[in-house]
């Protein structure tokens, strides 16, 4: 089966009450499109905490509905798309497989590969599931931020084709493990130029507090 994009998934800011989150935009939720994608994310997408999420390096959140399906028989519910915050609900590619800085083409827009997701209190206050950022983060499928690197119309259906990937073989899922859970792990990422640079950063802390 080729990938795809089965949904696109857009979140106002609304109060979300008895989450303990005030006002967020992660209840994301599918529209028929076609929706303009461009530098700074989906046309209509909002975003509540601007210090913590969006921005170039986090344009599109995309996740597996497979990845959802699994999660489905874990917590005995049905998860929808757009459930876990995601932009893009993909099918047919393994996102913690992708390489940091692969790009794609879907459609007019194209896309690059640029860091994993990590779980925070916002994402288990509103999935209301207890434990809920140490059972993701355990799991080790995060989904993956995207950059837009070419703007234009994007739909739903539109084939996900990978154009290029480079050679330095850092994947979604093994940055996730040296951010989390794997931090002998982090020089390894000052070998993705692609990545954002605050996991540089993190990176070379770590040698330097390693060499003292």
Not at 66 to 83: F, K, S, T, Y
Request: charge should be neutral; include cysteine.
């Amino acid at each position: 089966m080729s990938a795809s994009i089965l949904s696109i998934n857009l979140g106002r800011v609304r109060p979300e009450p008895g989450s303990g989150l005030g006002r967020s935009a992660i209840d994301k939720r599918p529209v028929a499109g076609p929706v303009w994608a461009g530098e700074l994310g989906l046309s209509g997408d909002e975003i509540a905490d601007s210090k913590h999420h969006g921005g170039v390096d986090q344009a599109v959140y995309a996740f597996a509905r497979e990845d959802l399906a699994r999660w489905e028989i874990q917590l005995g519910r049905a998860l929808r798309a757009g459930q876990f915050g995601e932009n893009l609900t993909t099918i047919g590619i393994d996102l913690a497989a992708s390489v940091v800085g692969e790009r794609w083409r879907c459609g007019a827009v194209e896309f690059e590969v640029s860091a994993p997701r990590i779980p925070c209190a916002t994402f288990q206050g509103f999935l209301g599931e207890r434990g809920w950022v140490r059972r993701f983060t355990a799991d080790g499928r995060p989904g993956a931020y995207l950059r837009v690197i070419a703007a234009g119309w994007l739909r739903v259906g539109e084939q996900i084709a990978v154009i290029s990937r480079p050679d330095h073989g850092l994947t979604i899922g093994e940055t996730f493990a040296a951010l989390t859970v794997r931090a002998e792990s982090l020089p390894r990422l000052l070998e993705a130029p692609e990545l954002p640079v605050e996991y540089h950063d993190r990176a070379r802390a770590y040698l330097g507090g390693r060499e003292k």
